[in-house]
């Protein structure tokens, strides 16, 4: 038996506490990173957009006894901002005034914390109505034809469509055209894969096979969303049934947690696991190693060496 330690010990609550708490910490950072992103590039300019036309639309809907303190701006206000050497003396004092009203705004808006709040309100009131404008037969070929035309500027278009992958991958409508959950046998006969169907393959490839043929695609652990793309006849395809959701989480916990297991408590087939076998009798699915297992490994490679 290894003798514990209190640096043992340590290094292994305090690994175990950052695989917890890590994913978490991470999560909200990020999505602060994007409020404070949308909140300084976004709600920022709109806020001093519509500054701008307060200060425009004011004068013209109240009377001169009725106006905002902020909006009224006295002489001593105007030789002191000619005094300041800010403005050039041939700029007319109705332009100053105009420069002063916005800065008062300003002020009075930094002073009020909930009116920054109008800009996110409105980004996301703007955002809302792009969908709905952008989601009809005319709003999309109008939105296509810019997309094309913006896709021929260098350097744009060589970011642009990743960047339109992963914002479709998150955020899209679509789902990815995963049909069933499927084992084959790859990449070599003996060696079984979860793989999901996702529809028939290329005619050539049927022609050249002479066999009906189905692609597959082959999920690699951690990230299932990167892999690669097989095709197999589809007498060679084991049907499972089981969710394309459990897949994903068997493949992304590196087998840790199946359908049967899925708190990855116990080591599988040693403690009554039934493991996963075809409706005609085919191949089983085995759980590679059970979640006791593989915390024992992570443990052991937190604990340090008895030897060194």
Known sequence: MHRKTFEGDFKKFFGRGLAILLPSILTLWILWQAFVFVFSNV???????????????????????????????????LAQARQSGDYRPSISDTLIENDLRKQFLAQYWQDRWYLNLTGLFLAILLIYLAGVLLSNFLGKRLYSSLERLISRIPGFKQVYPHVKQVVELVLGENKMAFRDVVLVEYPSPGIWTVGFLTGTSI??????????????????????????????????????????????????????????????????????????????????????????????????????????
Request: a negative charge.
């Open 203 to 308: 005619s050539q490839i049927e022609t050249r096979v002479g066999a009906p043929i189905s692609s597959v695609f082959i999920p690699t652990s951690p990230t299932p969303f990167t892999g690669f793309t097989i095709n197999v006849a589809r007498t060679k395809i084991v049907h499972l049934d089981i969710s394309v959701e459990q897949a994903l989480r068997f493949v992304i916990t590196a087998g840790v947690l199946t359908p049967e297991n899925p708190t990855g408590e116990g080591s599988g087939e040693g403690e009554g696991g039934s493991g996963l076998v075809d409706a005609s009798g085919g191949p089983r699915m085995i759980q590679a190693q059970g979640g006791r297992d593989a915390r024992d490994a992570i443990e052991r490679a937190i604990e340090p060496d008895p030897e060194g």
């Open 43 to 77: 709600a920022g300019p709109i806020n001093a957009g519509t500054r701008s036309a307060i200060v425009w639309i004011v004068p013209l809907v109240m009377g001169d006894e009725s106006l905002p303190e902020w909006f009224v701006v006295s002489h001593e206000d």
